[in-house]
């Protein structure tokens, strides 16, 4: 409704409303990811579930009508186990060093938050204090520069080169 409305204006759709306007495709066919992993005690995964069975294949990127009524999807499922069953592999991607995992996760975000900044001031010089606001988290940037400067001779050569793209002062 909101595609239809904005592209009778002659507006262009944002992504997210694209995202949502495009055909539906039949569920039994699709390959589904968990988006966070699941943990269980010490242990942390991520799952998803492929189609395996030539049935389920066989419905990847088959396309629903844009027309049909809100319970087409749940109509489908149940209209496709009456005749057929399915096969899905199940896939789980272990973690086997958490404090690694984390570690990199928290380089990430504050290499992401050092490449904001420089693409936004031309220098990678904040002062110590400084907070750089990134997908609405505040990074330490001023405090992960300064510590980055201590622990160079500890940091791994591709970090370091991470920080020397954007003119770090070591």
């Known amino acids: 409704m909101a595609a239809k409305a904005l592209t009778t204006v002659g507006r262009p759709l944002p992504s997210a409303v694209e995202t949502l306007a495009t055909a ?4 039994l066919g699709e390959t589904f990811h968990s988006m966070a992993a699941l943990r269980y005690g010490d242990h942390v995964a991520k799952m998803s579930a492929t189609p395996r069975s030539a049935y389920v294949k066989a419905l990847t990127g088959s396309h629903i009508d844009k027309k049909a009524d809100e319970s087409a999807l749940r109509d489908f499922v149940i209209d496709f186990f009456a005749d ?3 096969e899905y592999d199940i896939r789980a991607q272990l973690c086997a060093n958490i404090g690694a995992v984390r570690q990199s996760d928290q380089w990430a975000t504050n290499l992401a938050a050092a490449r904001q900044f420089h693409a936004r001031e031309g220098h990678l010089h904040p002062a110590r204090k400084h907070v750089e ?3 609405g988290e505040e990074i330490k ?3 992960f520069l300064d510590d980055s400067r201590r622990r160079a001779a500890k ?4 970090r370091c080169a991470d920080l020397d793209v954007l003119g770090m002062r070591w």
């Open 24 to 27: 539906n495709d039949h569920i």
């Open 84 to 86: 057929n069953s399915a």
């Open 133 to 135: 606001l990134v997908d």
């Open 141 to 143: 940037l001023g405090s």
């Open 155 to 158: 940091l791994p050569a591709e």
